[in-house]
């Protein structure tokens, strides 16, 4: 028994000190944070002089007055406000000061917040060893989210290794992030090659393959039609859908067969993207399994598909009100709702 | 004098005894484990400082969200907490405000200030709650959606307002609280980050009692300047920063709090929702939560990141105060013993052994527990039945090793957070986390053996919750 209360004085003993030398950093860190401030202000107002003037060396001299956190935080800031030539001189003596060296020391150095704005900031400061350091940081650093956002950074220098390479880098938990579907948006045209190959992985994850399918139908159009038509086959309900989708963005000169067979799928995601993508076609020749699917088990499909007849103007409405006047149903319910739809007047 | 006493009678002291000191030792041994595990959390995911940081990464990728705001009598302050709600930053998200058949003109005002008109929009019955009377929309901003339904209490409110919203994920907030500007944005990142797994993520709800607020936005921080709002300050550091993200670390958080919590829409369906009647229905929803994915034997997460804020008014009167506490404790012996059987089923794995321990140590056994300490440890010593080594064990406990816990998670927000603005608010906060263990702690556990003996006894009620109003008396 006597140890618990020793114990107990010992520990709120210890903790009270700990507390005492966080108040007193406190104070400390108050004061150099007033420092801090003035230095940005300092920094931001010769960096403005700059754009007006273009003096490098006068910005350079406050560049290396400040200390390199200030510089890099306040100048990383400022540089995304610019464009063109104005950027790409203020790069220039941002470079000549070794700022971006700095950064690339945060890259290895820093705790993940730090090490992910790292990366961000060395795909935008143009430093000819960005590359590298982004590469070592995708091989090596221990977090996902900093090797997502080396790749992201790396794709944005067009230093990308092969997708499949870079992938494997990221590591399977990684590849369930979202963060990939930018990555996936940002892919140079020349490399979609690498992302349809990519999306045709059945070893690989259906998250990403859709996602990469989704990338592909925003940037590479109908170039992609076929393949997506060939993935609509996929075992990956997930796959299955996102083709669809990429399909009623694209279009097909099979796609009525293909969405009219998807419409009979066992999967509720795969009926509602085919019910989509027949609304975004304008297809009336779908018109029929569209009614259908207007019974659906599944909200979801029931709303996409009234959707898609709407959307087919006023042979779809006509249709909808035919459905609506009928007996009571699922369809009916469905039909009145979508119709009813808007401002009560 | 130890000898005076019968035998039996100084056995059966002893085993109280023991019993009343190994329930604080397991609940102390607990605290300090949820420490370590907190702290370790908090080094390896440190805080992105600025949100435009946070719109740039992901701004693009980030899926859409319901904001679902019950509304019951709020007409003081609805029009202003739906504008800071409309003011956050987020790409892609509308606000559902659920007019839950409020008596004042809380529906009135949202219709005056918002020019709101009748809509009819199609939405699926999944979750039953009482019948709506109306949607309306605004032409002012296609953000705003107002449900307008029968009384059927927060829970019924809420799942018409998932029933009604359209995004994959909704967030729930009290109508009375406000988010900060980004916290839609940072709630959103494990959603972003494992979007298959995620199913449900908190933030930290702080209070806002003394701080500056102007147009639904906290301008300025301030600690409150009554002291039982400031003890509810180390309170929630304690609840947050320490116990939820330490659970949440390891998957077994229990409590998504209702005043500000993040859900996958279909998972929540698929539970039925919010249960109707509950008086913890937060706690009730998490727990049908890991339930259902563990029945379906699937990899879910649900975190808790302190990132997030959500500023809430606290009760400042003791009245309040004990009635809010009674009620919280009846919600957690209602859920504890409604999913009984989860407690150290092995089918339940870690939620099962340690969530559910956690709520029989913690909520269930830990207020019985202390309050017989305070009455019969000091009672048994001066009759003589037992020696000092039992009072010291017993007080150091409740009293130095609750001063120890509520230091080091004010060390936590220190160490990693750093979000008391000025080194004087540190030094108030350090002196309230050891006054609150000598009567703050007590009056509390008395409150919670009251909600124990109101759960005994079938109350239901949730007792009226006074407040001022977050824009209006404080700033």
Redesign the interface.
Known sequence: ??Y??D???L??A???V???V??AR??LQ?RWARAAADQRRQLLTALIAFTENRDREALKATVLAVPAGVAIDAGF?FI?LLRGEERDDVLVAFNECGLPARVARQLRKG????R??AA?MLAALGWEDASASLLAALTQDRSR?VRI?AAIALCDLGSLPLLGTALDFIGVAGQ????L??LF?RFPRSRFNELAVHASRVDASP?IRAAAIDALAHAGGFGFADFFAGLTGDAAPEVVAAALRALGLTGHAEAPAILKRAMANDDWDVRAAAAESAGRLGLPELAAPLSRLMDDEV??VR?AA?NALRSFGQPGERLLREIASAEVSRSQR?AS??L?????L | MIADWSHEVVLAATILSLFI?GAG?AQTTIYLLQLVVAGYAL???????RS??LW???G??A?PIALLVPAYNEALNVVESVHSMLALEYPNFEVVVINDGSKDETLQRLVDAFKL????????E?LAHQPIRGLY?SPMTERLFVVDKENGGKADAQNAGINVCRAPLFCVIDGDSILEPDALMRAAQP???????TIAVGGTIRIANGSKIEAGRVREIHLPRRLLPLFQVVEYLRAFLMARLAWSSINTLMLVSGAFGMFRRAEVVAVGGFTKGSMGEDLDLVIKLHRHMRDKKRKYRIQFIPEPVCWTEAPESLSVLARQRSRWQRGALECFFRYRNMLFNPRYGRVGFLGFGHILIVDVLGPVAEVMGYILIPAFWLLGILSA??L??F???IF??G??VS??S??LE??EL?RFP??RD??VL?AAA?IENFGYRQLNNFWRVKGWWQYLRGNQGWGEMTRTGLGAAKK
Request: hydrophobic share 50%; charged share 25%; glycine share 0%.
């Open positions: 028994m006597w618990i209360w114990l107990s004085i520990l709120s210890l903790s009270l700990i507390m005492l966080l108040i406190r104070l108050e800031e995304s705790n993940v917040a730090e992910i704005h961000e989210e956002a369930r992030s979202r963060r579907i930018e948006r998250f909200w979801t709303y009234a469905t709702l979508i009813a739809e808007g401002p009560v | 000191i030792l080094s390896e995911r440190p805080p992105v400082a435009a940081l740039q990464r992901y693009d990728v899926p008109v009748k809509f009819q929009r199609p939405f699926e999944a929309s959603f972003i980050d494992d979007p298959e797994r080594e039992y010291l064990a007080t150091a406990l130095t090793y001063v120890c230091v080091c004010l060390i220190e160490a750093q000025r080194a540190l030094a350090t050891v």
